[in-house]
DNA sequence: TTGTAGGCGTTATCAA
DNA sequence: TTGATAACGCCTACAA
């Protein structure tokens, strides 16, 4: 069986008797083609069994339509929930997504993205938060970072200060005897260090007693279920009796306190309200049901994407490249029953 | 600020005073060129701040190194825990992917594929279920599907009838009653249903009373927890006192099902016994660790990209594409907390 | 070890 | 309304 090669433009137009440009302008311009010589090509088409090779558009235009996405895993709900929209708005604005996953090593890093320079993407997305934006913006091509450090780019992040104010707020409403924030530790400058600062001054403006733990978190499933036994030991410790507002840094971690709650009582007791954040299935799923403090990944995904395509269309228009735009979604408080009365 | 054009081949060659060629020469075969050729030109790539543009390569030499990938959704931990591990074979084998979320909706998973055709994929693997695997296989370019209906191309699936059989196996270990397997509606063809045939007959070659409880399911969490109460009520009706081995064909119902016991129970009572399929994050950390069947998804993927890129290179080599192949994962039973004694 | 010339399949520019 | 011709940036004989 032969490997029959796809026909082009210079096949068409033999067989049609046109030119090469005419065959062209069918695709890109079909109104300035007489609807009679319009006919003929999409006949032949048909007749030719036509493939477009937009590589060779690319080459002869400039435009790939390409946009290089690199997110550092899937392990957290919220990077493949992002990648999904992202993914997603393909059908509105036709760019197509190179995606990578970085392994928090810089090399391989700034190796996918030579390769993605090397594929002319026209933009870049990056979730991962492996290389500082100075080098980002370097790269010379619009590039837009979600919830990551962005001094130097352009980026989307939720307002994380508020995240935190919010799950403060909602804790002190439940008459709580002191405010709990556990997390584990993060760099001052990212995103998500905000979340602390937020709970923290809330609960210093309004006269609340609090206290921030920090463990090392995040690490196994079960090794983070260790380390929540021994914080809840503690904090069981220190303030017995008394009603304790927990506001845990994600919903993995929340799920995690409520398991070693009703491992320790048989249910989620009364001195004990609970709160994570990231609205993540694990939440919805747990056995009380856990309120939250969700990111909008949608809008975040939106947003990003608007942000990054004004800027392809303003480089295309030839205008120089401007200053970093810092967008802020505003996070939502989602009520569930781990802190219902 | 001008927007400087990167420099070519041709400006590399004018620069070191050499051929285009040489320069070519350079990135794909350096070993034929004088070692002090090699520095000179190394030098002027600094100097030009060259950026290779795989664009123009591809266009000569035919080879895009892209692979386009049709995921359904990213619900279910499945999917995007196999799209994960594709992307990262870009380590070993240095394929790109473009990747596309099926909308279920077959015209549109038509149109990505015609996008992805344009831009000259060599491979496709395909996760939605859409589209028929008999219009896969005229696109006349290799294409592997994975857990879906497979006819007409090559795959890479769990062996479900195993995993069927593992599950009723362990809960026949445990002295159970009766054997229930809760799954929803899934049509023959499909090898999820295998899952089911392989719990039936293995009850049945054992002489074990059983019972499939089909139902509209994975629909909502919220809905499906409903759902589970129901079917709780009418298992607990049906079989008073007795030892109810569940096996649910997924994690995030088997946590479901966990939950409404806990909510009607306090916990897991010794009555019953759970075993879910996936596992999944939900089985892990559900309030009691559910043991599970769990598709080596790694290996799929693995696989997967392995009989691809076998496909693509004996096209390459202009071999008459072959009769489709389809291999077999075994699933592995992972014992957990609700099939402890 | 290096160079010349032509081609990959489009689009862009001018011209008719 | 249509064509001729030259890019686009690289690769690949074939030559030297």
Redesign the interface.
């Known amino acids: 069986?032969e490997?029959k090669k796809n026909a082009t433009y210079g096949d068409i137009a033999k067989y049609t008797k046109f030119s090469k440009t005419t065959i062209s302008r069918y695709f890109n311009d079909p109104d300035t083609l007489a609807p009679a010589s319009r006919e003929i090509i999409a006949k032949a088409l048909v007749d030719l069994d036509y493939?477009?090779?937009?590589?060779?558009r690319?080459?002869a235009n400039g435009q790939?339509e390409f946009i290089g996405v690199i997110v550092p895993?899937?392990y957290h709900h919220f990077f493949?929930?992002i990648?999904?929209r992202i993914?997603?708005t393909?059908?509105n604005n036709g760019y197509?997504?190179?995606?990578?996953?970085g392994n928090k090593k810089g090399e391989?890093e700034r190796r996918?993205i030579q390769?993605l320079?090397?594929?002319?993407i026209e933009g870049l997305i990056v979730l991962s938060h492996t290389l500082p934006s100075q080098e980002l913006a370097e790269l010379q091509i619009p590039v837009v970072t979600i919830e990551r450090e962005d001094q130097f780019v352009s980026s989307v992040n939720t307002d994380n200060e508020l995240g935190g104010r919010l799950a403060a707020a909602h804790l002190a409403e439940l008459d709580c005897d002191v405010l709990i924030h556990i997390n584990s530790h993060s760099s001052e400058g990212i995103p998500a260090y905000d979340r602390v600062s937020g709970f923290s001054q809330y609960c210093r403006e309004n006269g609340l007693r609090h206290q921030v733990i920090i463990r090392p978190l995040d690490v196994s499933?079960e090794a983070d279920k260790q380390t929540l036994t021994e914080i809840l030991e503690q904090v069981e410790a220190q303030y017995p009796g008394q009603r304790k507002g927990i506001f845990i840094s994600n919903d993995?971690l929340a799920?995690?306190f409520l398991?070693v709650l009703?491992h320790k009582f048989?249910?989620l007791p009364s001195t004990y309200r609970l709160i994570g954040f990231d609205d993540s299935?694990?939440s919805?799923?747990?056995?009380v049901p856990i309120s939250t403090v969700g990111q909008r990944l949608e809008q975040l995904a939106q947003e990003a994407m608007a942000l990054l395509s004004d800027q392809i269309r303003a480089?295309k228009s030839?205008a120089?490249?401007s200053a970093p735009v810092h967008r802020v979604v505003e996070p939502v408080l989602i009520r569930r029953d781990t802190t219902a009365g």
């Open positions: 069986m490997i493939q477009e090779n937009k590589v060779a690319i080459l790939t895993d899937f493949y929930e990648l999904n993914l997603g393909y059908e197509k997504f190179l995606v990578f996953v391989m996918y390769e320079m090397a594929y002319q499933y993995t799920n995690g398991n009703f048989g249910c299935p694990a919805r799923a747990a056995v480089k030839g120089a490249s």
